[in-house]
């Protein structure tokens, strides 16, 4: 009896102390987060029913993302190798600069994009400006908009800027556009000035850049408050560098 008892106390004396150093260590069996999906201005829910992410509900498609991939890759570049121009190869992109890869960087940014974009386009769903918010209607509209430009040319009607846009450029101009249409509905609404801060006021700031300001802090704000789900597994699987997927 006496031998058993000695045994218990020995066991839970060694035992609770190595309990309290795996808890107190963080349980280093979870695994870690990648480097890609660290310090995001909004919080990530993984989730193995989405795709790759959805924003609020709705989806974020492969395309989509490639071509944000791609809008972000000359500042990825510029950032790491000083130059936007000349790839530097393949090799350059898992190599550790600091902590980070540029392909991390790579898709910390593109994430960072999509969240954002898919807020502007749900808000401008919301305020009646956009009706549907899917990459595929971004597609179409691309596709209308070259055809139209296509048209004027043969017409011999003036045209400005390019005959063809890419689908980058027509997004880019496209978001530029909903900006200055979202600005200007949301100040309609007043509700530009529940994002503004004493601290943040400018002096002689314009009524204009006034208007800029508050917009980016609006949309800040609703991108930290979005709710975003992400399929880390098959996110990780495209390869945002090339735009294929991961062999």
């Known amino acids: 009896m006496l031998n058993k008892a000695l045994r218990t106390l020995l066991t839970t004396r060694i035992a609770l102390p190595l309990l309290w150093v795996v808890l107190s260590q963080g349980c280093s069996w979870q695994r870690e987060t990648p480097q890609g999906f660290r310090d995001l201005p909004f919080k990530l829910t993984y989730d193995t029913t989405v795709d790759l992410l959805t924003v609020n509900d709705e989806p974020i498609e492969r395309q989509e993302m490639i071509l944000f991939a791609q809008i972000n890759r000359p500042e990825v570049l510029r950032h790491f ?22 392909r991390a960087d790579l898709l910390n940014r593109t994430l960072r994009t999509c969240v954002e974009v898919k807020v502007r386009l749900l808000l401008a ?17 691309w ?7 296509q048209e004027a040319v043969e017409r011999g009607d003036e045209l400005f800027g390019p005959v063809e846009y890419t689908l980058q ?11 200055i249409a979202l600005m200007q509905r949301l100040e309609e609404k007043a509700l530009l000035d529940k994002a503004d801060s004493i601290w943040d006021h400018q002096p002689a700031e314009s009524r204009l850049e006034r ?10 704000g609703e991108v ?10 098959n996110i990780l699987s495209l390869d945002l560098v090339s735009g294929e997927p991961a062999l």
């Open 81 to 102: 190798h000083g130059t936007d121009g000349t790839d530097p190869g393949a090799e350059f992109w898992d190599q550790s600069f600091e902590g980070v890869s540029p």
């Open 125 to 141: 769903r919301e305020f009646g400006i956009r009706g549907e918010v899917n990459f595929e209607n971004v597609e179409r509209r």
């Open 143 to 149: 596709q209308v908009e070259n055809l139209r430009r």
């Open 169 to 179: 450029k027509y997004v880019e101009n496209d978001l530029r556009s909903l900006d």
């Open 211 to 220: 208007m800029r300001r508050l917009y980016r802090a609006y949309l800040k």
């Open 224 to 233: 930290e408050k979005s709710i975003v789900r992400v399929n880390q597994e």
